[in-house]
């Protein structure tokens, strides 16, 4: 399922926000911290973990579900949401553990990103010198533009109201 990349870019860009926030918020302890072979590998091991496990989690559960022949997706993706709309049997399981899988996997990363920028941006404003001030924002800039892609994305994607044309097709 397509979903556990989500799952791994969700982590790892809240692993690259606590980077930034090390960075900016305690530069002096950053290499104490984040150290290169330790705890890079480790919270990049964890991403791509937890991904792994979110698939493995989703897949068994939505691969059983009965398929009606006459139904037709209009997602070019194998996503779970889309797999749900196929099916012809009781999804309320399937519902339930996408939203407590998407809470936990979308919500609970955006929370921490939003505070780590929270932070930065408050240490950032406390910069006296404007040259070190934009040079602060402008490492900053990168980071923050990729995070607000991928979450608009994501909710343009998943949040949006069914469309009542696609379903009548169903």
């Excluded at 002096?28 to 973990?49: E, N």
């Excluded at 006459?70 to 996408?98: K, W």
């Excluded at 998407?102 to 910069?127: H, K, M, Q």
């Amino acid at each position: 399922m397509e979903r556990s990349g989500g799952t791994t870019e969700c982590i790892l860009l809240t692993v690259m926000a606590f980077d930034l926030h090390m960075a900016i918020c305690q530069p002096l302890r950053y290499i104490t911290i984040i150290h290169p072979c330790l705890l890079c590998w480790q919270l990049g091991s964890m991403a791509w973990a937890i991904g792994l496990l979110e698939s493995v989690v989703q897949s068994p559960p939505t691969l059983y579900l009965p398929f009606c022949p006459h139904r037709q997706g209009d997602d070019f993706m194998c996503e779970v949401p889309a797999l749900i709309r196929l099916s012809g049997g009781h999804t309320t399981y399937n519902e339930i553990q996408m939203a407590v899988t998407s809470i936990l996997i979308l919500f609970v990363p955006a929370s921490l990103i939003l505070v780590s920028y929270c932070a930065i941006a408050r240490a950032v404003l406390r910069i006296n010198s404007v040259n070190q001030w934009r040079k602060a924002f402008g490492t900053c800039f990168s980071p923050l533009a990729v995070v607000t892609l991928f979450y608009r994305s994501a909710i343009a994607v998943y949040l949006q109201p069914q469309n009542a044309y696609a379903q009548k097709g169903a």
